[in-house]
């Protein structure tokens, strides 16, 4: 899905950079050298420090059950009885969670399941 | 009317001209063009609206996508349509067949057109359930046995999918 500029290079993995710490040491001599201090730099996408978005997917009246758990199924690859398990979730409660986890990927769900003409929408916790 | 499984096709047999005509209203029907409620349902936001910047980037970037997935799906059912324009007189009755690879533009396009016409006239879910409400009445009634026409030949061509 392409949703614009401004999530473009969002999604740079975990990088971690450790550099080492050197030790020079030289018992003979007594003397201990630490050549560079310790500096650890953690970088985390804007994914990673969104977790979780949920993929809601709510009720309507006219979308048969029938439809609904294929759609469950083709789009998350859920085996028959959880698809059904959601569906019936969705019937009862008027909305199921289908997923949670990173933002984009949960935009792509919602993409999906919008061409299937299902409601869903992209949600955060709290 | 007869539907059945044959080879890689489904096949609609002794289809009436009001069953046929029914049929080939699918690609009107699922244009929501001209009625507010039928396209704010079948482009509905991605979020509860809270995420204005989220929602105008998806009515820029997925709607026209989307679109284009409906359009291609009620193109190729009107295509298929276009069996029950023969020459055969006015009132004979008439075969469809829905190639097994058409499958899933049919199921788009009965979809699009079943949630388009219930909201277009803003069907409750009493009347949805509704499913021995006669044809003959008023338009309501006449829009109301569409969508449940429509909701069968889903569910037919679900099954065959299944299978």
């Known amino acids: 899905m392409n949703c614009g500029p401004r999530r473009d290079g969002g999604c740079l993995a975990q990088i971690q950079e450790i550099e080492g710490i050197t030790h020079i040491s030289n018992e003979k001599a007594g003397t201990i050298t630490t050549a560079e201090p310790t500096i650890e730099k953690e970088t985390r996408s804007e994914e990673e420090l969104d977790l979780p978005w949920q993929v809601v997917v709510h009720n309507d009246p006219v979308n048969l059950m029938s439809y609904v758990t294929m759609v469950f199924q083709r789009v998350f690859g859920y085996p028959r009885e959880r698809a059904e398990r959601h569906m019936l979730e969705v019937h009862r409660n008027g909305r199921s969670i289908l997923w949670s986890g990173m933002r984009e990927r949960a935009e792509l769900y919602v993409q999906q399941l919008h061409g299937y003409l299902l409601l869903a929408t992209l949600e955060k916790p709290g | 009317m007869e539907i059945c499984r044959r080879k890689s096709?489904?096949?609609?047999?002794?289809?009436?001209?009001?069953?046929?005509?029914?049929?080939?209203?699918?690609?009107?029907?699922?244009?929501?063009?001209?009625?507010?409620?039928?396209?704010?349902?079948?482009?509905?936001?991605?979020?509860?609206?809270?995420?204005?910047?989220l929602c105008a980037e998806w009515k820029m970037y997925v709607e026209p996508e989307l679109r284009r997935l409906f359009q291609s799906a009620t193109e190729t059912?009107?295509?298929?349509?276009?069996?029950?324009?023969?020459?055969?007189?006015?009132?004979?009755?008439?075969?469809?067949?829905?190639?097994?690879?058409?499958?899933?533009?049919?199921?788009?396009?009965?979809?699009?057109?079943?949630?388009?016409?219930?909201?277009?006239?803003?069907?409750?879910?009493?009347?949805?359930?509704?499913?021995?409400?006669?044809?003959?009445?008023?338009?309501r009634d006449l829009s109301l046995f569409q969508v449940n026409f429509y909701g069968f030949l889903q569910e037919f061509i679900l099954r065959e999918q299944e299978d």
């Open chain 2, 77 to 139: 059912v009107a295509d298929d349509l276009e069996q029950l324009n023969g020459d055969e007189k006015t009132f004979a009755n008439r075969t469809l067949r829905i190639p097994a690879k058409h499958s899933d533009a049919w199921l788009s396009a009965l979809n699009q057109a079943r949630l388009a016409i219930a909201a277009k006239n803003n069907f409750t879910e009493n009347e949805l359930n509704d499913h021995f409400r006669s044809p003959i009445g008023s338009r």
């Open chain 2, 9 to 53: 096709a489904i096949e609609i047999s002794e289809l009436d001209p009001f069953l046929a005509e029914l049929l080939r209203q699918i690609p009107a029907s699922a244009n929501p063009d001209g009625a507010p409620a039928a396209e704010q349902r079948l482009f509905s936001p991605p979020t509860n609206g809270k995420d204005t910047e």
